[in-house]
C-alpha cells in the first residue's frame, strides 16, 4: 500500500540515492476485503499518499516515474462486496493518472494497456500466476512498457546522450 511505501521511503529508498524511482501501488489499496464495504485504503488518502511519495524523492533529486497497476484477469475472483475487483481498481488507476499529470510525473500506465488487451481477447490469466501477480511473462509485458519511459527520464535527469544500444537496439 502506499501508504507503507510512505513509511519505508527514508530507509528503503532515499538512503540508496538512486537516481529513479518507479512508484505503483493500487491494488492492495483499492482492495475491498471480505465483510468490507470499503476499499483499505480510501481515495483521497491514496491521493495524498502518492503525492508525497512524488514530493519527497523530488526533494532528493531522484526522479519519480508513477505507474498504474496492471489490471486483473477478467476471471479473477470478486472482492469482498461481491464486484469484480477491477472496478474499484480503475478508480486507482485513475488517481494515478491524475496525480502524474498535477504533478508532471512521468507515467507508464499498465491499466490501460492490460485492460485493453484484455478487451482484445487475450487472457490475463497467462500473465498472472494468480489473475493479478505478473508471471514471467507479465513481467515482460511490465518491463516492455517500463524499459523507454525510464530510459527517457534517465537520458534527461543524467542529462547524457542515449547509449548506442537503446538509438540501434540490432547492434550487438
Not at 50 to 57: A, E, F, I
Not at 126 to 147: C, Q, S
Amino acid at each position: 500500500m502506499a501508504g507503507q511505501g510512505l513509511k519505508r521511503l527514508e530507509n528503503d529508498v532515499v538512503a540508496k540515492k538512486p537516481s529513479i524511482v518507479t512508484i505503483m501501488y493500487g491494488h492492495n489499496d483499492s482492495y475491498v476485503d471480505a465483510g468490507q464495504t470499503a476499499a483499505r485504503v480510501s481515495i483521497p488518502r491514496f491521493r495524498g499518499d502518492l503525492s508525497q511519495l512524488v514530493q519527497r524523492l523530488r526533494e532528493t533529486n531522484i526522479v519519480p516515474i508513477l505507474m498504474t497497476p496492471p489490471a486483473y484477469a477478467e476471471k479473477s475472483g470478486p472482492n469482498g462486496i461481491g464486484e469484480h475487483c477491477n472496478i474499484k481498481l480503475a478508480q486507482y488507476a485513475d488517481v494515478t493518472r491524475q496525480v502524474a499529470d498535477t504533478l508532471q510525473v512521468p507515467l507508464i500506465d499498465h491499466f490501460a494497456a492490460w485492460s485493453a488487451t484484455s478487451k482484445s481477447g487475450t487472457d490475463l490469466n497467462d500473465w498472472t500466476t494468480d489473475g493479478y501477480h505478473p508471471n514471467p511473462k507479465g513481467h515482460i509485458e511490465l518491463a516492455t512498457r517500463m524499459l523507454p519511459v525510464v530510459v527517457n527520464s534517465a537520458v534527461s535527469h543524467l542529462n547524457t546522450p542515449l547509449p548506442e544500444w537503446v538509438k540501434n537496439p540490432g547492434l550487438e
